[in-house]
Nanobody, 122 residues
Framework: QVQLVESGGGLVRAGDSLRLSCVAS???????MGWFRQAPGKEREFLAT????????QYSDSVKGRFTISRDNAKNTVYLQIDTLKREDTAVYYC????????????????WGQGTQVTVST
């Protein structure tokens, strides 16, 4: 079992930067991690994923260049740095864990956090 808790969301202004954190507990060894988001009225979308070792990261084309995923296994924490926030980044952001390779497929993630709300004002 893996438990995930996201934090770092809040009300921010367009153009600001934000770093989200996801702390994992339980049997976390070997898990690839991913970040997703769900905006009001929309389906949940993939943002980024990172391998257990941290050497492999993939991004959605829609966020590549503005979002950076990283992890610190000593702290059991994965991060999502968001730069130059836009109003359309308003969403609930989720982290997820997959015991295997990095993947963009939501269905392949076994564990999910409760999400953290990010609201971007203009």
């Amino acid at each position: 079992q893996v438990q995930l808790v996201e934090s770092g969301g809040g009300l921010v202004r367009a153009g600001d930067s934000l770093r989200l954190s996801c702390v994992a507990s339980g049997r976390t060894l070997g898990y690839a991690m991913g970040w997703f988001r769900q905006a009001p009225g929309k389906e949940r979308e993939f943002l980024a994923t990172i391998s257990w070792i941290g050497g492999t990261a993939q991004y959605s084309d829609s966020v590549k260049g503005r979002f950076t995923i990283s992890r610190d296994n000593a702290k059991n924490t994965v991060y999502l740095q968001i730069d130059t926030l836009k109003r359309e980044d308003t969403a609930v952001y989720y982290c997820a864990a997959n015991h295997g390779l990095t993947t963009r497929r939501e269905a392949e993630y076994e564990y999910w956090g409760q999400g953290t709300q990010v609201t971007v004002s203009t």
